[in-house]
């Protein structure tokens, strides 16, 4: 098993056992992963994921080095195929995902968070893109989704100087939304992916795909692609307990209808 996933009520924490290897992504890593999105995808009851490495030492290294050395043309092919399926479908989960970047999260391992919905980040991680120190680019979205996510100015100078940046300045360039210390980071995604949970399951689901989908569109595509997103939420239950809740004064409960 190189990946574990503990349940907290309607959260899920997934953490890659890698520690050894610095949780750098092998093809079972990438295999376990797409299962679990395939099972969280269909599970309606769970309403926010935590993504996060083993120790503390590595949030994950990116591809696995060592497997990798012993992969022909055809397996690294493989593994990009898997890489990029698992990424992709992190990123097309209906629930939002967290990544808590707890230590090193570089090449593969960065492009793993930043498939996700929200990054935080602790201050001792390194994040960055190596990959053109190594005689390659990198090849899990890293130069389609950091220039989206950043910004072409940005994404540039972190890809093309192959730089590492601690926490604080990962927060500073808008790759996490939060450096905190180590020591606090995973009660701090906790009580995020939690504050997640008790929002409107329906709602969040049609704003990650307005986001994602909308961000490439002309404002007039992006905008009549909000428009059509805009109408599960109108038509749920969930619309209208939040109506009722603000009545009576009372906190929602969203059934996820
Ligand atoms: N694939 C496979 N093994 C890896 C790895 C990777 N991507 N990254 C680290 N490891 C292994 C090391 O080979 C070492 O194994 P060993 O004990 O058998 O020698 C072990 O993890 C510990 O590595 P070490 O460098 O001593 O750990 P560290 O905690 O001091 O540093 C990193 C951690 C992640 C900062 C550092 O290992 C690193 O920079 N790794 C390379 C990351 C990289 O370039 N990834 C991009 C791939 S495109």
């Given at each position: 098993?190189?990946?574990?996933?503990?349940?907290?009520?309607?959260?899920?924490?997934?953490?890659?056992?890698?520690?050894?290897r610095r949780?750098?992504?092998?093809?079972?890593?990438?295999?376990?992963?797409?299962a679990?999105?395939?099972?969280?995808?269909?599970?309606?009851?769970?309403r926010?994921?935590?993504?996060?490495?083993?120790?503390d030492?590595?949030?994950?290294?990116?591809?696995?080095?060592?497997?990798r050395?012993?992969?022909?043309?055809?397996?690294?092919?493989?593994?990009?195929?898997?890489?990029?399926?698992?990424?992709g479908?992190?990123?097309?989960?209906?629930?939002?995902?967290?990544?808590?970047?707890n230590?090193?999260?570089?090449?593969g391992?960065?492009?793993?968070?930043?498939?996700?919905?929200?990054?935080?980040v602790?201050?001792?991680?390194?994040?960055?893109?190596?990959?053109?120190?190594?005689?390659?680019?990198?090849?899990?979205?890293?130069t389609?989704?950091?220039?989206?996510?950043?910004?072409?100015a940005?994404?540039?100078?972190?890809?093309?100087?192959?730089?590492?940046?601690g926490?604080?300045?990962?927060?500073?360039?808008?790759?996490?939304?939060r450096?905190?210390?180590?020591?606090?980071?995973?009660?701090?995604a906790?009580?995020?992916?939690?504050?997640?949970?008790?929002l409107?399951?329906?709602?969040?689901?049609?704003?990650?795909?307005?986001?994602?989908?909308?961000?490439?569109?002309?404002?007039?595509?992006?905008?009549?692609?909000?428009?059509?997103?805009?109408?599960?939420?109108?038509?749920?239950?969930?619309?209208?307990?939040?109506?009722?809740?603000?009545?009576?004064?009372?906190?929602?409960?969203?059934?996820?209808?």
């Open positions: 098993m190189e990946l574990s996933v503990e349940r907290d009520g309607a959260v899920e924490r997934w953490t890659i056992l890698g520690e050894a949780n750098s992504l092998t093809m079972a890593l990438l295999g376990e992963l797409r679990h999105e395939l099972r969280a995808a269909g599970d309606r009851a769970l926010a994921i935590v993504l996060t490495g083993a120790g030492r590595a949030f994950c290294a990116g591809a696995d080095l060592k497997e050395a012993r992969m022909d043309g055809a397996g690294v092919a493989g593994f990009h195929r898997a890489l990029r399926e698992a990424l479908g992190l990123e097309a989960l209906p629930q939002p995902v967290v990544a808590a970047i230590g090193a999260a570089l090449g391992g960065l492009e793993l968070a930043l498939a996700c919905d929200l990054r935080l602790a201050e001792e991680a390194e994040v960055g893109l190596p990959e053109v120190g190594l005689g390659i680019i990198p090849g899990g979205g890293g389609q989704r950091l220039p989206r996510l950043l910004g072409v940005r994404a540039k100078e972190l890809i093309l100087t192959a730089r590492r940046v926490g604080a300045e990962a927060c500073t360039l808008g790759l996490a939304s450096a905190v210390p180590r020591a606090r980071l995973a009660a701090e906790q009580a995020l992916a939690e504050r997640l949970s008790r409107a399951p329906i709602a969040l689901r049609q704003a990650k795909r307005a986001i994602d989908g909308g961000v490439g569109l002309p404002l007039e595509d992006g905008l009549e692609l909000e428009h059509r997103l805009y109408r599960p939420c109108l038509e749920s239950r969930d619309r209208l307990e939040a109506l009722d809740a603000f009545a009576a004064r009372r906190p929602p409960i969203f059934g996820g209808e």
